[in-house]
């Protein structure tokens, strides 16, 4: 199948699925997951590898909007309210689900280092699913607050956590051909680089954008300029060896807090940006491999236990130490459990970097992505419904 | 941007951080350490689907080998009498490898596809590399052999194909060259290849990858080999001359005299036996090399070619021949070749026993002497001087040396009688 094809048959098909599991509350972004997986290389094959690949493009920009979207939870005033207390929700919760999913496989046998990567590979939570859920509900109060922010800063941890793993382990294992000052280096080197040598794109970006939005009026032009900013961003970003997540966060937490006018932005991109989104999660429902689930394994099951009960624990015992609002306290770790592309992403990054522990950790955590991508959004959707969230952002002011 | 002064010089700052953190980033970058591209899939696996992919393409392969010996073997037949193959050479006619019991005329069951189908022998000749037989009637459910043009590259894949009962049988390997040789008693052009050839292969045919036929396997004495297609059909027409027939009709090679020969003789009419076979109806007959001949024809002897034309005449069974033998004269009755009819009683006891050599081994040939001249060749055997059987080695050189200016030589050499006139350098 072409790529064209390919788009519109993901295109329509994703609105029907959409369509159709909304009858059985299931948010949308599901729908669009089934129809992935249905159409993707593991089920029917109707999208093959190939077709993946030149889509990925088109997924790495609505990844790109996504978290520049989420990115506008970092404005200043909001998050002088709640900042502290998603710092320390997001520790907590994050943490735990780490250490129990690293003492799980310590446990069943496997070696010190595949056991941390994979606790840091289990911190994520997917930005993208979960902000989807947020928009679907339309919801709005104490809990989307938390929410927005725990998933802004948890990935911000987790790629953070991952890059001093990685420095760890090659600092202990060595790398052939370097000494160990150009060891300590490199790890540290690229650790630092990653995140606030992108922070520091994503703030000129942002810089850029919002000087030149208010010379922008119509609403067109709007999007030719937040486009092309964020393609620019996530092209530079892969160029020079930033991360384009950490990137796109920057350049929305700059505009948000440069201009007044972000707010009109946002709300002009969440107008024109759903098909992005509905080729985004098709995509990744492509990419997601069925048949591994059963081959997952004992630590397989340790890894969705140990990540599912650290986030959902992590996340109440937080709450309830900070004396947060009861519907946050129940609710939070429902929606916290989504896991997707940055938990592949970095699985991908550990088969490159030490193929010996790639069977274990790909096996593991590409299965339980299927699990958890499955059930996230539907965990979230039920967070929010019982928290009396959903359906108030029309009410208060449009936040997004 | 609408910002207050004091925030602007934060911005100011923060840009300024953020250009000398990209840029002084971008030049502190770790120099590149060389890393071999990790395969995700484990190198075990890796090896393992290599292998499975190679003998894939090896399946591939014989399965190609098999599909192309299963065509070619629509060109093939079986004969069960001698265990060997036979190739579609023409509508009617098919080539094969001589087999023990079969004589001129007699008839010969071949397993084809459709069946078995009856075929008469019309090329047999002790002294030939190859049989041809003909059927009467089309051949159902064969093709004829589609010949090669060239000769392949070296290195080019050939397969032999042979039929062992009704199945088709092959083995692919690769060409060699095509080299000269002699198989019997006959030249011909060899196809060299790879292959190990057994006895079972013989009259099945060499092909190219293709499809088309190089040549035909056949028994050269105790070896196989494949003669071209050239080589058969040089042979298959050389067949159908005098000389060829008379060869297969009685084994006898006979010739007009040469002025040497008429003088040695002293006789220019008759037709000089030059030439017989053991086995053959001429051997059986009693006659030999420098016997003259002259043909009986209505109660008068004739000679030269109306003799010959008289020893071929089809109704010319028995022919009655005037033998000419030193200073003897003889009538006998000489009939069609029973052809290749060899077979030995065994004794009571047994034991065959060897048959002892006639004559006296020809060790040497001095090159240039009167005998290399002549076509002696080391390793024949001398049997008689001018008719006489020598007793002993001095009897020889006695024999030779008084002989005069010419000498009779009659020589065994394989399977025939050859006669040489030795003349001594004028």
């Not at chain 1, 850029?208 to 486009?227: C, D, F, Q, R």
Request: charged share 15%.
């Amino acid at each position: 199948m072409n790529e064209l094809t390919s788009i519109g048959l993901i295109l329509l098909l994703a609105l029907m699925a959409g369509h159709l599991v909304k009858a059985f509350k299931v948010p949308e972004v599901s729908g669009y997951i089934l129809v992935g997986v249905a159409l993707g290389p593991s089920v029917l094959g109707w999208l093959s590898h190939d077709n993946l690949i030149a889509l990925g493009v088109l997924s790495e920009v609505a990844l790109g909007l996504i978290l520049f979207s989420v990115g506008s939870v970092f404005e200043f005033s909001l998050f002088r309210r709640i900042g502290r207390q998603v710092l320390i929700i997001t520790l907590v919760e994050s943490s735990l689900a780490a250490v129990l999913v690293a003492g799980g496989a310590l446990f069943f046998g496997q070696s010190w280092s595949v056991a941390l990567l994979l606790g840091g590979i289990a911190m994520a939570t997917a930005p993208a699913s979960t902000l989807m859920v947020i928009r679907e509900c339309d919801s709005a109060g104490p809990l989307t607050d938390n929410l927005l922010g725990i998933i802004a800063v948890n990935n911000l941890l987790c790629l953070s956590v991952f890059g001093m793993l990685v420095a760890a382990i090659d600092l202990t294992t060595g790398v052939e051909g370097l000494t160990q000052g150009e060891m300590v280096y490199r790890s540290v080197y690229w650790f630092v680089w990653e995140t606030v040598g992108s922070a520091a794109l994503g703030f000129l970006v942002g810089l850029l954008l919002a000087g030149w939005s208010p010379h922008v009026t119509e609403e067109g032009e709007m999007l030719i300029l937040l486009a092309g900013s964020i393609l620019f961003c996530v092209g530079v970003s892969r160029a020079i060896g930033l991360s384009p997540l950490v990137t796109s966060l920057a350049v929305g937490a700059t505009m948000v807090n440069m201009t007044h006018r972000s707010l009109h932005l946002f709300g002009a991109l969440s107008n024109t940006d759903p098909p992005f989104y509905a080729i985004f999660f098709v995509i990744a429902g492509a990419e997601l491999d069925v048949s591994r689930v059963p081959a997952m394994g004992a630590v397989g099951v340790v890894y969705i236990l140990g990540r599912a009960g650290g986030k959902f624990l992590g996340a109440s015992i937080a709450a309830n130490r900070l004396r947060l609002e009861p519907a946050v306290r129940q609710f939070l770790g429902f929606a916290l459990q989504a896991q997707a592309g940055l938990a592949v992403g970095l699985t991908l990054s550990v088969s490159t970097r030490y193929p010996a522990m790639a069977p274990v950790i790909s096996t593991v955590v590409l299965a339980s992505v299927v699990v958890f991508e499955m059930i996230g959004p539907a965990s979230a959707r039920f967070a929010l419904v019982r928290a009396g969230e959903a359906g108030l952002a029309a009410k208060a002011a449009a936040r997004l | 941007m609408t910002a207050p002064p004091s925030r602007t010089r934060y911005v100011t700052i923060l840009t300024f951080a953020s250009t000398l953190i990209l840029v002084g980033g971008w030049l502190m970058r770790p120099r590149v350490v060389p890393r071999h591209p990790a395969p995700i899939v484990p190198e075990t696996e890796l090896e393992q689907l290599a292998r499975r992919r190679e003998r894939r393409s090896l399946d591939a392969m014989a399965q190609y080998f098999a599909e192309t010996a299963g065509e070619a073997a629509a060109s093939l037949v079986f004969f069960p009498a001698g265990q060997r193959s036979g190739l579609v050479w023409g509508d009617r006619q098919i080539v094969s490898s001589p087999m023990a019991g079969a004589a001129a005329g007699t008839s010969l069951v071949a397993a084809t596809p459709a069946g078995e189908t009856s075929l008469g022998l019309t090329v047999l000749g002790p002294h030939l590399p190859i049989v041809a037989l003909e059927s009467t009637g089309p051949l159902a459910g064969l093709s004829p052999v589609r010949p090669a043009e060239a000769a392949p590259d070296a290195g080019a894949w050939v397969v032999a194909v042979w039929r062992v009962g009704a199945e088709p049988a092959f083995m692919a390997g690769t060409f060699l060259q095509s080299a000269t040789a002699t198989c019997g008693v006959t030249p011909v052009v060899e196809v060299v290849s790879s292959l190990a050839l057994t006895a079972a292969m013989t009259g099945g045919g060499l092909f190219t990858a293709d499809g088309d036929l190089l040549g035909m396997m056949v028994s050269c004495g105790e070896r196989t080999a494949v003669i071209d297609v050239a080589s058969i059909r040089r042979v298959l027409s050389a067949a159908r001359s005098a000389d060829g027939r008379l060869l297969q009709r009685y084994g006898l090679r006979l010739t007009a005299l040469s002025a040497a020969e008429a003088q040695h003789f002293a006789e220019e009419t008759g037709l000089l036996v030059r030439e017989v076979w053991l086995g053959t109806a001429g051997s059986l007959a009693g006659l030999r090399p420098g016997d003259l001949l002259s043909v009986v024809v209505d109660g008068a002897a004739v000679a030269g070619e109306a003799a010959l034309a008289a020893l071929m005449a089809a109704n010319a069974d028995p022919v009655t021949l005037s033998v000419r033998r030193g200073s003897t004269r003889s009538t006998i009755a000489l009939s069609a070749a029973p052809g290749g009819a060899t077979g030995a009683a065994s004794p009571a006891s047994g034991v065959v026993f060897e048959q002892a050599a006639p004559g006296y081994g020809i060790a040497v040939v001095q090159p240039d002497s009167a005998a290399d001249r002549a076509g002696v060749r080391a390793g024949d055997r001398l049997v008689s001087i001018n008719q006489l059987q020598p007793r002993s080695v001095d009897q020889v050189r006695r024999l030779l040396d008084g002989a005069g200016p010419s000498a009779w030589l009659e020589i065994q050499r394989g399977e025939r009688r050859l006669g040489v006139l030795l003349e001594a350098r004028p």
